[in-house]
């Protein structure tokens, strides 16, 4: 097998070579950025000798993560807080040809993110080492490259010294690979600086900086051109004619003035682009394109966030980088997806909790409106867990923020930088100090967003003396009181916010993580009208909850330094000075299983789940946050005749609710003060459950929830019936058990087996179940409460793919989905029906 790999390999490599003789391909063909994420080979090193490789490659392509391929296991030093998966060592490696047109240029390479400790080799020789797992990097390939011959690139990943990171890390090149190929003079990598000084309705001006290096022997005169495109077309162009030196690095700075500029906003990212071209001797030699946004905003200590002089709040989710069942791999499509996901509930802010993101997330941010908040530290010099980047702070950190900074500084979504969360250090002068050297370093590169940190607040008991934070003594915060922030941004103790007028009335105020609410998707403990804080104390092993590890998915259990989802959002929509907040989590994530442990390995915390349904408390969201008419209706009705049961509604644009049982009325309800639910208890009688809801006399909406009979066959829906054939886009399917009638099983478990014929692959399955040991690499899975998730790939060419779901006793489902090319527009996104109620 691997013979024939490696004649294969050959035959490939030669024709690399030959094409790459081809007189009629000119150097400006050459694409400048590349994905480089194309067969590559894997081995894990081997357990025992860590450093050996065994000489069992598999090829596979960009970005892996190898954790998600594991199984679970609570001995795994991750343990089940980083998501109970194996770490260890890989390698991967690369052989490749250069293209003759690429002589003479220069070659770059750039990983978005490796985890971690990457050690990256050219031909044997060491280009470098990073040990952060979520940085962006590159090397210059160019002085150690085979010019016509083949290369081989060799990449070490360490994970095996956990735990390291809260939470799940992934391990591997876990994003993508670029090749980068430029003429000698070029836009530097990450070179650009594009600011709006002034931006009004009329006229805007854009300030540009662009730093351009030559490595040409000798002298070069060119003349640099900056262009500002709006939809492809010129709206100002600037020239200058300038001479570097060999080896010299210029900044180049133009001023362009924008009439009528269309603003980037929430509802509409109006999206601009800066065209930098490089001419020598009158022939074009670099082209570089930076897309930004035009817009003007400010933090307001009394009025909150300002985005073109109109005040948002900011309604946003942390979220962590897995992808659930794709581990940390990234994939365009399923963050797209999760972003959907949270447009549909009203999110329209993310804070890339607790590091820095795959640039992909801030460019979808960028084009669909999300304000965000972007991370790059969990913890400074003093560690929160044994192998963490404290380890490398000393020596990386400068480097790693610069990086981060000028990586992410044009974006448009990007509104604020945050330098840190729950750093330990916080409450003492050296968090001060360090806070300090950071916010010096950050506005060195960028001055146009406001520094923050997610920090604890300085109060910490309630008015019953109740403690309210995990960490740290009851003292004034050192970071908040240095002057190092121009934002302050408070972890939770939502009863204490309104002190914060008082202790900065100049300051402006973020909530960048609230709630910590705690549910599983379709789980109800009668009954619902008390709240539990689970665990008891954070510093307490938790030994009460429910034996099966499940929590309540009423709005009615939260950790205890936090808050159900009412509690906290009741106040922060009363303040105006409260910009907004920042939800933990919007997703759940693999690791921190809070309040339980092992068997549990993923978070309870998410308003959707790991599979990327949303739990009920979604609705309570969308209710408030977009303006929809909403009316949501739970639990299920399939309970032991005569238990009692709590019915709850979320609802807007209505005045009441009125539920019935079989036909009869159970009475109508209204939200009354700062209500957002209402509730009936009900004696359970199989049936038919009916609410609807009523403006001014007139029905608005209905929605009915039946006694679910046995299980009786699959459904299945894709969220998109179309996708491209590009090898890498998928179609997320949602797999129902129901009934005869067609009514969600609301208790079904059964498992279900999938196939698959045409061009496409399961990429991974799942259900949300925060207990499950089984594989995520399946190709079968068990529903929970009713239903599980199957995602398929497009396996790069064109087609139709069927999927087939089958279990025993259960009439099987079966979905066509469509792999096409571009022009046959794929659907977009359609959001699925089961979102609008
Ligand atoms: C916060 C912390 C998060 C997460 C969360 C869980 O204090 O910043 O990383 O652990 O608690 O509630």
Redesign the pocket.
Known sequence: MNKIYSIYKSIFILALLVTSCNPDRVSQDVKRKQLFTGNWDFQLSDPVEKDTLVNNWRSLDLPHDWSIEGDFDEKHPATFGGGALPGGIGYYKKTFGIPSEYTGKQVYIQFDGVYMNSEVYLNGKLLGKRPNGYISFEYDLTPYLNWGSENTLMVKVDNSRQPNS?WYSGSGIYRNVWLIITDKIHVKNHGTYVTTPSVDKTRSDVHVEVEVVNNHPGDRKGVIKTSVLFRGRKMSEKEQTVTLKTRETKLIIDDHHIKNPELWSVEIPNIYTLKTDIYISGKLADSHETPFGIRSFTFDPDKGFILNGKQVKIKGVCNHHDLGALGAAINTRALERQLEILKGMGVNGIRT??NPPAPELLELCDKMGFIVMDEIF?MWEKSKSEYDYSLYWEEWHERDLKDFIKRDRNHPSVFMWSIG??IPEQWGQRGAEIGRKLSKIVKSLDSTRPVTA?MNPPIHTNKDNVTLQ?AGPAKPNALAGSGALDLIGY??AHQTYTQHQVNFPDIPFIAT?TT?ALATRGYYDQRSDSVKRWPYRWDQLFLEGNPDNTVSAYDQVS?P??STHEETWKVIKKHDFMSGMFI?TGFDYLG?P?PYVWPSRSSY?GVIDLAGFPKDAYYMYKSEWTDETILHVFPHWNWEPGREVDIWAYYSKADEVELYLNGESLGKRSKKDDDLHVMWRVPFAPGTLKAVSRKDGREVAVREIKTAGEPARIELEADRNSILADGRDLSFITVSVVDKDGNLVPTATNRIGFEISGPGKIIGVDNGDPTSHESFKSINRKAFYGKCLVIVQSSGTEGEIQITAQSNNLRPGTLRVRSGSLSESPEQAKTQTSLNH
């Open positions: 809260r909790s607790h969990d969360n729950e997610g995990f972890n939770y993580e910590s950790a330094w936090g933990w921190e809070t915390f």
